[in-house]
T-cell receptor, first 117, second 112 residues
Framework: GAVVSQHPSRVICKSGTSVKIECRSLDFQATTMFWYRQFPKQSLMLMATSNEGSKATYEQGVEKDKFLINHASLTLSTLTVTSAHPEDSSFYIC?????????????FGSGTQLSVL | GNSVTQMEGPVTLSEEAFLTINCTYTATGYPSLFWYVQYPGEGLQLLLKATKADDKGSNKGFEATYRKETTSFHLEKGSVQVSDSAVYFCALRDSGNTPLVFGKGTRLSVIA
């Protein structure tokens, strides 16, 4: 079946540094990718929607200058957490919509646990 | 806005026990409803879905029925196995191309 690879699975960084998370669709083309985050004991919350070749659409309350999303190709989207702070510590997960399947199927990465010290 | 509420975990069951994970939703329209499962170290996978009232989704022995009158989509399995240990997410989608709205997830541990 379709696979979405997300790396890294876990990252620990110092406050003030930037962290990049990659999301790749391995065997399909994804015109749309979604980025979610989940704080402890909270729901998975949509952060942004990215379409290949265009700017991402951010949900209300998500700072676009802090969470940089690049969807440069049909198989790769990246999320960069800039100047990370401890409150950015969370579980981040991407999902990709399969272009070739009528766009109805979503596939998820395995997630990235970010801990900012 | 749309929202999903599912029972808090963790849930610990013995093998062959009956499982119910409650899920209720709030939506303005007529959403499609989903259960996703995340096994350790893997991404979320679609477990089952239902697209209209009274539909029953089923897969791998799991079932959930779309109940419009109670706005619920409870997940059930008659006899769980150790391999069912995972985190289960209830979700809804309002229309074809809108993003999913998730519940908080329920961690299930099945012990032999």
């Amino acid at each position: 079946g379709a696979v979405v690879s997300q790396h890294p699975s876990r990252v620990i960084c110092k406050s003030g540094t930037s962290v990049k998370i990659e999301c790749r669709s391995l065997d399909f083309q994804a015109t749309t990718m979604f980025w979610y985050r989940q704080f402890p004991k909270q729901s998975l919350m949509l952060m942004a929607t990215s379409n290949e070749g265009s700017k991402a659409t951010y949900e209300q309350g998500v700072e676009k200058d802090k969470f940089l999303i690049n969807h440069a190709s049909l198989t790769l989207s990246t999320l960069t957490v800039t100047s990370a702070h401890p409150e950015d510590s969370s579980f981040y997960i991407c999902s990709a919509r399969d272009r070739g399947d009528g766009g109805q199927k979503l596939f998820f990465g395995s997630g990235t646990q970010l801990s900012v010290l | 806005g749309n929202s999903v509420t599912q029972m808090e975990g963790p849930v610990t069951l013995s093998e062959e026990a009956f499982l119910t994970i409650n899920c209720t939703y709030t939506a303005t329209g007529y959403p499609s409803l989903f259960w996703y499962v995340q096994y350790p170290g893997e991404g979320l996978q679609l477990l089952l879905k239902a697209t209209k009232a009274d539909d029953k989704g089923s897969n791998k022995g799991f079932e959930a029925t779309y109940r419009k009158e109670t706005t619920s989509f409870h997940l059930e399995k008659g006899s769980v196995q150790v391999s069912d240990s995972a985190v289960y997410f209830c979700a809804l989608r309002d229309s074809g191309n809108t993003p999913l709205v998730f519940g908080k997830g329920t961690r299930l541990s099945v012990i032999a």
